[in-house]
């Protein structure tokens, strides 16, 4: 895990930097809170921040402070290292926002458990985070998830001038794949779906379950031309899958359509807009005969 200690004091850094790296740290080192706080506002910012209270240019408190009142995704676990150990500057402490209290000269030991407790603090965030953000059948961003996060990806894109994509599916009659081989069989159908898209994805292009058989995928950089390869190339790798159910029967062989849709720069498009019309263009994949894309405002 990725820590960042806050400590203008050379021996207590060191030490802190010595005995976090002996434990299996990431650790990054600063010698104030101003220079802690530059690397905060870094996008792969620590989860995890041990600092000092009594520093130039930036104390620890209000280091804190600064980091409580920033829209960060993920939860930041603090602890203040102080020589005052009162119960106001303890709760000055708490007030400041800080998590937990070490009083120097601080035990080896008694900051290594203070650090695990952090630790899994954050990892128990984490898990509950994955289980609020993706759909538990396929793995994939849940609708609610995928929306919010190509919602930030129009901002950026609007505001770097870049194209942005997206591409909506739909598995060809799947309700007869239900009806002939059952639901169980119909859920591996959907998993191994996603997995194929997930595959033939670009690093950076992310996949959600948007309801049912349908499911959405967020191509950044992506022009038309771009989003149509990216589709059919999704399309022929599901056309080429080869399902086998749990009971070893038959392979199971499936077919999907698609509707792209590109980002409008010049109009106020949101999330829903432009799956709107990526949603338009699957149904228009549907009407001229399934297992085909169709691009959003091509004839």
């Not at 920033?70 to 708490?94: H, N, P, R, W």
């Not at 965030?125 to 930030?152: K, P, W």
Request: hydrophobic residues 35%.
């Amino acid at each position: 895990m990725k820590t960042l200690i806050a400590e203008d004091e050379p021996v207590s850094r060191r030490m802190l930097e010595t005995f976090l790296r002996k434990w299996g740290y990431d650790v990054i080192v600063t010698c104030d809170g101003s220079e802690a706080w530059e690397i905060f506002q870094k996008p792969d910012a620590p989860n995890l921040v041990i600092s000092d209270w009594m520093m130039p240019n930036m104390n620890g408190p209000d280091l804190c402070r600064k980091i409580r009142e920033m829209e960060k995704s993920g939860y930041t676990y603090f602890i203040l290292l102080t020589a005052m150990g009162k119960k106001e500057d303890v709760i000055q402490g708490f007030q400041a926002g800080a998590d937990d209290f070490l009083v120097k000269p601080f035990d080896r030991e008694e900051l290594k458990y203070r650090i695990r407790i952090g630790e899994r603090i954050i990892k128990l965030e984490q898990q509950i985070l994955h289980l609020a953000t993706t759909d538990s059948l396929t793995g994939v961003l849940n609708r609610r998830a995928f929306i919010e996060r190509t919602e930030e990806q129009i901002h950026r894109c609007v505001r770097e001038n870049s194209p942005l994509a997206l591409l909506l599916t739909d598995i060809d009659y799947f309700k007869k794949i239900n009806d002939n081989y059952g639901h169980q069989a119909g859920d591996l159908v959907l998993q191994k779906f996603t997995d194929q898209l997930t595959r033939s994805s670009r690093p950076y292009d992310f996949v959600g379950r948007y309801g049912g058989e349908e499911f959405v995928v967020s191509l950044p950089g992506a022009d038309m031309s771009q989003s149509r390869a990216v589709a059919d190339r999704m399309r022929k790798s599901v056309e080429e899958m080869k399902i086998i159910p749990q009971d070893g029967s038959e392979p199971i062989r499936v077919t999907a359509s698609f509707g792209a849709a590109s980002l409008l720069m010049d109009s106020k498009e949101n999330a829903e807009s432009l799956i709107k019309r990526a949603d338009e263009a699957m149904y228009k994949a549907k009407r001229e005969g399934r297992n085909r894309v169709c691009v959003a405002g091509e004839e």
